[in-house]
């Protein structure tokens, strides 16, 4: 049913709200149920507010109006409100919150480059905090919206140097001959190989010479090359710290590679757990493990060494050994057992994700085999983005922007630890000498669950975390780990406050 312009018009403007509702119309969203087609009501209501889901009028925390109110102002019967809310509900997207009224939960993660679309019913791209995290739940978390993100692993975005970026990028096309334009070497320019390795050895007590630096587009394709020519080698199993990143299990499932569970205490890594697992090869995050925070300790270090030395090989996952704060710097493994271990580095958690550059170093007997899978991978990263990366490192201004960095992260750090204290008496804070986040725990009453529930809550109120148990393979403590680098102090006080909130609502761990 179409209405003239002139008809909507004097509706919109009468001044009765009796007689503005008399058609069956809402100001909540706009809604007129005299556009729905006969026999369909509940049908037309839901894919309506699935479109406010998608195109953003109603954010991820949004609350809808009671269904006896809507059903009001649309003139139909309370069923109908009540369908269309319960279709979202089993979506995903909508959940009811008891006395707090039905929120929106979650929003359809969109392709690259399109709209959001109308989903179908029965199909749902939500975070599913409540089930095994699939392979796009860190795409899903992203792309859901929020006010407050406190993802852990992000760098502070605004503080790329735009303008140090753009001078170098000036200067390095106006040295740069028609050739430079050409295919490059599948290793990497040799100008950021070169900065590769006088950074390492400045920052990471790592002697290396270029030709042992391969550049890749972060450590993600640094994971998959890992596992492409261990396999080859006859090594289908990669032991990980547990807890320990789920990205990178992920990135090693992907490929066909195990990933045993090996715990981790207070030291690091249990080196006696890793004998007993019988794998050849371990990922290790030692300068600051993800997510616990611990550094691993020296005498696990000698284990270690002892259990390589029997020809183990070790993954160092040197992901944001730079941001410390409290504690003096811990040397690469790679320093020790430079024929033992592949040391993977990269700019995401300096610079910026979005810039997809890394490095590997790996033994003499697999360089070969490295170089290999990187060229019949890409033929190697773009040049222009190495040249203008190594001109940042080598005139000084990469190391300038970490000193100020290292100072910004260190407020945010203290208003976190400030806010948890607060808002969040019973947590634990575990990690806080370095990195870029923090896990906090909960006591032992904290059942199975409980942090992804938590999560799930906060996210409903518009605030981003990590439940702990997603970078767990063994059941442990739960609790949830806190990015703080990329928010303000303002911000990061609120957002812990909302997990305050949460948990005084009734909301587990209790």
């Not at 697999?366 to 990366?389: I, M, T």
């Not at 393979?473 to 911000?491: C, F, I, K, T, W």
Request: aromatic share 6%.
């Amino acid at each position: 049913m179409h209405r003239s312009n002139e008809e909507c018009f004097e509706r919109s403007i009468s001044a009765d709200p009796a007689e503005a509702t008399a058609g069956g119309a809402s100001d909540f969203l706009q809604l007129d149920m005299g556009d729905a087609p006969a026999g369909g009501r509940a049908d037309w209501l839901a894919g309506q507010l699935r479109r406010a889901i998608a195109d953003g009028r109603l954010p991820v925390g949004s609350k809808l109006p009671a269904t006896r109110v809507l059903a009001a102002e649309l003139r139909v019967s309370r069923g109908v409100v009540t369908e269309a809310y319960r279709r979202l509900g089993e979506d995903g997207q909508l959940a009811g919150r008891g006395r707090g009224g039905t929120v929106v939960v979650a929003a359809p993660v969109p392709a690259v480059g399109e709209e959001r679309p109308e989903k179908a019913p029965g199909h749902s791209t939500a975070v599913a905090f409540g089930a095994v995290p699939g392979a796009d739940v860190f795409d899903a978390l992203r792309a859901a919206p929020a006010r407050i993100d406190l993802s852990p692993g992000v760098p502070d975005l605004a503080a790329f140097p735009r303008a140090a970026w753009l001078r170098a990028e000036r200067a390095v096309l106006a040295d740069l001959p028609a050739a430079g334009f050409g295919y490059g070497d599948p290793r990497g320019t040799p100008a950021l190989r070169r900065a590769v390795a006088n950074w390492l050895a400045r920052y990471r007590g790592l002697r290396a010479h270029p030709d042992e630096v391969l550049i890749v587009s972060g450590t993600a394709q640094a994971l998959g090359l890992i596992a492409q020519v261990f396999s080859r080698d006859g090594i289908g199993a990669v032991a990980v710290e547990d807890p320990g990143s789920l990205g990178v299990r992920q990135h090693l499932a992907h490929w066909g590679v195990a990933t045993p569970p090996v715990p981790v205490d207070e030291e690091g890594i249990r080196v006696e757990a890793l004998r007993a697992s019988g794998a050849r090869a371990v990922l290790l995050t030692p300068a600051h493990q993800f997510p616990t925070g611990v550094v691993l300790g020296g005498g696990r270090r000698r284990e270690l060494m002892g259990w390589a030395a029997e020809g183990g090989l070790i993954v160092e996952d040197d992901y944001d050994a730079e941001h410390r704060y409290d504690r003096a710097p811990v040397p690469a493994l790679r320093s020790l057992l430079p024929e033992q271990v592949c040391y993977a580095g990269s700019v995401s958690k300096l610079l910026a994700p979005a810039l997809r550059v890394g490095w590997l170093l790996a033994p003499a007997a697999y360089r070969e085999a490295f170089v290999d899978a990187k060229r019949f991978a890409d033929l190697g990263n773009a040049v222009l983005p190495q040249l203008v990366l190594a001109r940042l490192m080598e005139s000084g201004e990469l190391e300038r922007g970490l000193r100020l960095l290292r100072r910004r992260h260190r407020r945010r750090r203290d208003a976190m630890i400030a806010a948890i204290a607060d808002r969040l008496p019973g947590a634990t804070v575990h990690g806080a000498a370095a990195g870029l986040h923090l896990t906090i725990t909960f006591g032992d009453e904290a059942g199975p669950g409980a942090d992804t529930e938590l999560a799930a809550a906060a996210l409903a109120r518009g605030v981003k975390v990590h439940p702990l148990s997603w970078h767990a393979q063994r059941p442990y403590r739960q609790g949830l780990v806190l990015g703080y680098a990329a928010r303000s102090p303002g911000e990061i006080a609120e957002g812990v406050g909302v997990l305050g909130e949460a948990l005084a609502s009734g909301v587990p761990p209790r």
